[in-house]
């Protein structure tokens, strides 16, 4: 494994959890426009990140272990 493999895959993993920030954003906006109360909204934007990351993990170990 070289030094290119092992940042592309240090850069794919911080690009999910930078994508995975920006959809707990978007369902925290999305429930308080939807009348949640804010503890509410937290949570379902906490909701949101966790599913998001998780996601983004498993497509993301199938390809590394596809592509390794």
Same mark, same amino acid.
Do not use: C, D, Q, Y
């Given at each position: 494994?070289? *030094?290119?493999?092992?940042?592309? =895959?240090?850069?794919?993993?911080?690009? +999910? =959890? %930078?994508?995975?920030?920006? %959809? +707990?954003? %978007?369902?925290?906006?999305?429930?308080?426009?939807?009348?949640? &109360?804010? &503890?509410?909204? *937290?949570?379902?934007?906490?909701?949101?990140?966790?599913?998001?990351?998780? *996601?983004?993990?498993? =497509?993301? +170990?199938?390809?590394?272990? %596809?592509?390794?």
């Amino acid at each position: 494994m070289n *030094v290119t493999h092992i940042l592309m =895959v240090l850069l794919s993993i911080g690009l +999910a =959890v %930078v994508f995975s920030f920006f %959809v +707990a954003g %978007v369902a925290f906006a999305v429930a308080r426009w939807g009348g949640s &109360p804010v &503890p509410e909204s *937290v949570s379902t934007s906490g909701k949101a990140f966790a599913m998001a990351l998780m *996601v983004i993990s498993a =497509v993301l +170990a199938v390809v590394l272990g %596809v592509f390794k």
